[in-house]
């Protein structure tokens, strides 16, 4: 029987065309390599799956209708078995990286797999744009919260959940703050003093204690605008579905003031 997977998935996109010429066109398959199989399963099965009396071309049969049709309803069964298999080997420990920007949301998305899996430990660390990257494409990182795609790939899991502005202070200009990935994408550097932190928890208390010039990120909002950074959360082509299907489905509006 296992022999006959092939031939029976052949025959139930076959049966959706009028009859074996136009069926041979989308299944893949020259007319008589489609026919071979068919007489395979004729002869498997003592049934007849085509009307081959039909003067110009033959027809499908009511069995060959039924045949395929029982072998597409337990195809589906055997991936839906096979899908609540894998979701139910649900990690217990997952990695995550954020911009520091973004830890609020990422710490309330946390909670939510903790709440709702048997997720026990989340590693999270905090880098700048280029070294939260650089480690996503490494491996290191299962899922990271970010303000852009990284690279030009297109990720099998990746959602936006909102819109970041980078909100401009202008309170001293004897100093010049900003991060290192800012720092770095400079084409000319400021004149003044410069005070560089990959932390946005130093950055925010440089601005507090001593004024400067830079910028620092809003809370999420959904308001897109021509100066906004969508925020997304993307994970690994290899992440767990159902944590993947916790993440997608959780109301982030209710966040995003």
Known sequence: MDTLHWPLSVLSRA????NLTGASAHVGLSQPQLSRLVAQL??????????RTA??????TP????????YSQNSRKLQSSIREVLELQVPTHIHVGTLEGLSSLAL??????????????????VFDQNELEERFFNGDFDVIFTIRTPGKKKFKHQLEVGQQTLESISTNNDFSVLSSFEYGRLKKKPENKTFISNSLALRKSWFSQFGGVGQMPS?????KGRDTLPVLIIAADTFNETLWHIISQQNFNSDAK
């Open 108 to 125: 309330t998305v946390i909670h939510r797999l903790y709440q709702h899996t048997k997720l026990q430990i989340v590693e999270l660390d």
């Open 42 to 51: 004729e002869k498997e099965f003592d049934v007849t799956l085509l009307d």
């Open 219 to 223: 809370a999420l909002h959904k308001n």
């Open 55 to 60: 003067k110009r071309k033959s027809a499908w």
């Open 15 to 18: 049966v959706h065309f009028k």
């Open 63 to 70: 069995a060959a209708f039924r045949l395929a049709e029982v």
